[in-house]
């Protein structure tokens, strides 16, 4: 059933607080595939990019104790660096043959990737040539991304962790805004282009303590400055500190980005627009408006990377997503990603893995559903609160070395 | 020795992840005073303001369970709420005999106010009050801030949670800027607008994996923006993705703030400017030079208010700083700070509290000395990350609920 040969494993896109647990669980799985099955797992440095340059390392060798695993699991970012390195639709370009001597080189015959959405577009077209030339290897996407934006999957390994992250940190805003008497507006930008998953953790706080931001707009629905101004209004008439939270990739009813007037106009090599400011266009208008405080916070990279304070239940999920993508590997599988599912007959949460067909996912973007987001658009509903809850239950312990947690950088 | 009478305590200035610990501290050590002398311990809502307006609430009968404690002391920003009031210089001002009518009213003998530089302000003006009119009171600043900018004192309640936040957040940023191989500039601007204590926690990874940003701005130093440019270049030459440090605060020769342009404009109620911006200007700066990607991260708001990271040793020095406070009130002091001092003979550190004269505190800041710079003004030295590194030792548990934080609300 299994081929005999060697793994290659990369990560690719967006740096999250869990891909390195994702490429532990791999490698551990790689490593006790038994029997031979698997001779060598190999890294690739940088991605795809590195697979072209052979860059390639011996894991097994580096991964020589058990204990490296768990510092591991608990470094932020993708150890074995990454790119955004888009392959084009054209399978006449040298770019794959290139891909396919190498993996001819050194016997590649398994090949995990772990990434987002264009990332698993990496995994569909190469999946697609190796059935083209006939070269026998199996193709195995394993998903992450903080933008829980992907297809196919209940929810993505790193989104629980990075939702805890600013679920933390809107918690400790709250604490913080509320001390003085005076008017304020406190605006929190939280990434999420298309999706605006990351935002509604900003809700959850709801559930320890009861205090949750008072405005809450996502990517979802267009965004309407004067209702908005009208929304903040209101809640002066309830209290003085105002705290809005909001994805960066809002947009007016026309299209156009709210952060737009204040971004730089680049792009990125996925022609995504960077987004910046939305945050500083919302504090300028509630300026202009009601002439009181108001400022704008930015979470910025920090959620993405805020490895010592990732979830548990992320942590683990995501090693294990790993495990699964080299056990569905083995089993034939290829051109799949490795999905979650909800068991949605128990009361308590609980998962299963599956392999799904990774051309019903590539380049497509789940948004929250109407369900999850309140009649008046400024506010997400207690389904979405249930639903993001277990996500960001438990805590890791990292090891610390003089105050600050160890992480493990492959060098 | 000791008056009998009754205590207030008041939380004045920005918020910290350690002013309620301190709070904590003042509430147990009054409660525990013993043989009556302090019958009870009010807190003031708002500072001084909730003083005015005799918003007192009776601290003894809400925190009548001790674990309660525990929960105040890992709750960030101030529990009895803030203010940014000065006091006028003029004792004729009808503001004096209305705060001494309400200490007489509630027969308060002792006063403790908890913040930082303003604070002593006040600190010292009650102090002076109380004297001339002849009011028998001990009047004690305990000090809070994280700019640990107060003179005095070895260090300030506060600091060190936040620098272990800056350190483990840049320790996290580290990684996630090593992924890619293109050339990139990220700039972590951190708070400090006349002391750069805040940004020298940035070096602190050094002690944890041997990274580091490549450069490190302090406002100790005027900035020079072409050698700014000229020590990127540099840092080019020995990898592509460069982290540079900065405080808010830094300005060039002449004296303009560096974030000036990207300024409000405002000013706070002691006149200080409100700046936001410095990294923009050092990212634009870059982008224009180098045409390489460039971006900013502002830690802002959170890192004065994550609690979930505290520092151990922060957070128990900050509990005994306010017991101490009591006891020096206790044993007859006033007009006093309590001020923390390392015992230099010994190997391992260790500190002990004295009461220092807040006229020799108040309104002076205490900035980072010339032998934790290093001599191109772009670095800190091994002298300075070995004065932060016990600051930051040990990790603090707070009870998790619904996999958040819980924080006490004083309702």
Redesign the interface.
Known sequence: MFLRGNAVVG?SGG?TAAINATLAGVIMGALDAGDGAIDKIYGMR?GI?GLLEEKLIDLGSIFSEKSMFDDLAL????AL????RKLPSDYSDAIYSRIFSVFSEYNIRYFFYIGGNDSMDTVLKLSGYADKIGYDIRIIGVPKTIDNDLEGTDHTPGYGSAA?YV???V???L??C????LKAV?IVEIMGRDAGWLTCASA??K???G?MPDLIYLPERPFDMEEFLNSVANAFERHPNILVAVSEGIRFKDGRYVGESAQSGNVDVFGHRYLAGTGKVLESAVKERFGCKA?S??????Q??????A?YTDISESVETGRRAVGFALEGKSGCMVSVEREQDRSLYSIRYNAKNVGEIANKVKRVPDEFINESGNGVTDACIEYM?PL????VSPL????????I?IG
Chains 1, 2 share one sequence.
Do not use: F, M, W
């Not at 660096?81 to 955004?84: E, I, N």
């Not at 916070?297 to 920090?302: A, D, I, K, N, Q």
């Open positions: 990560q740096p940088n990019e470094t932020p970012a993708a660096g990454s790119c955004r805890k679920a933390i940190t918690k400790e805003l604490r913080d509320s001390v003085y008497t406190t959850l706080p559930l320890s303590g205090d400022r916070v930015e979470l910025s990279l920090t993405r990377c805020a490895a010592h304070v979830s809850r960001i239950i438990g805590e610390y070395e003089n105050g600050l947690p160890r992480h950088v």
